[in-house]
């Protein structure tokens, strides 16, 4: 999440995406396997990924404009 314009695209690449997803993964794995089968999580995981249009902003950030 971009914290100064939460519309606009966040500052992560895609290897810090899939980093990060990897890691929710894997607390996700330690939650599960600490509170053993008689609980059930229910997640809604959705992998993070690099904004398209990042360059752009980047480039412009005060300019910039979602198209």
Same mark, same amino acid.
């Given at each position: 999440?971009?914290?100064?314009?939460?519309?606009?695209? $966040? !500052?992560?690449?895609?290897?810090?995406?899939?980093?990060?997803?990897?890691?929710?993964?894997?607390? #996700?794995? @330690?939650?599960? %396997?600490?509170? $053993? !089968?008689?609980?059930?999580?229910?997640?809604?995981?959705?992998?993070?990924?690099?904004?398209?249009? #990042?360059? @752009?902003?980047? %480039?412009?950030?005060?300019?910039?404009?979602?198209?």
């Amino acid at each position: 999440m971009n914290w100064d314009s939460p519309s606009d695209p $966040g !500052p992560w690449r895609e290897a810090e995406c899939h980093d990060f997803n990897e890691a929710v993964r894997q607390a #996700l794995g @330690r939650l599960r %396997a600490e509170l $053993g !089968p008689a609980w059930q999580i229910h997640d809604e995981f959705y992998a993070l990924h690099e904004d398209a249009d #990042l360059d @752009r902003y980047l %480039a412009d950030p005060k300019g910039f404009v979602r198209s």
